[in-house]
């Protein structure tokens, strides 16, 4: 006798009713506040835009950002780096994108496919990304993010 028997189908349905339902509303959205995946949308369309505005509202002044080179920038090298640095995007798509709620905080990881120029000359980025996001009166604000080699 296998699990789907008819005998146990109807006892588990309340569970998979149960277990959906969690999952369905593991990230409570309230009217007018963006969701984790609109916020990392916005987040990467402010670093090709160079946004700046756009990039503090989004990230706490204690922003920890790990390039895949093994640099680590603060708040104000991050900002700096996109804004003024030498490389530009031009195009960023996130790939296989996983999103984790708990209370306040939430975990996206993804692979991020670029295309840019640095310092002029035309290049491609494939990584890894993990990014932890902090739920605050304003929305989500990044508060980590660490890329790695693919």
């Known amino acids: ?50 946004n700046e505005t756009v990039l503090k509202t989004l990230t706490l002044p204690e922003l920890s950002y790990g ?21 530009e995007f031009l195009h960023i798509d996130t790939e296989e ?15 991020l496919q670029a295309d840019g120029a640095d310092a002029g000359e035309a290049t491609n980025v494939r990584i890894g990304v993990m990014m932890i996001f902090k739920k605050t009166g304003e929305g989500w604000k990044l508060l980590a993010r660490q890329a790695y080699k693919l």
């Open 67 to 87: 390039h895949s080179s093994g640099t680590i920038e603060n708040h104000t090298q991050f900002l700096e780096a996109v804004i003024k640095g030498p490389f």
């Open 97 to 111: 994108p996983k999103y984790s709620v708990l209370d306040d905080v939430g975990v996206v990881r993804h692979i």
């Open 1 to 50: 006798m296998g699990i789907f028997h008819k005998s146990v189908i109807p006892k588990i349905v309340p569970y998979l009713f149960l277990i959906s339902n969690v999952l369905v509303s593991a990230q409570k959205v309230e009217p007018g506040e963006n969701t984790l995946e609109e916020t990392v949308g916005t987040f990467y369309q402010a670093m090709i835009d160079k």
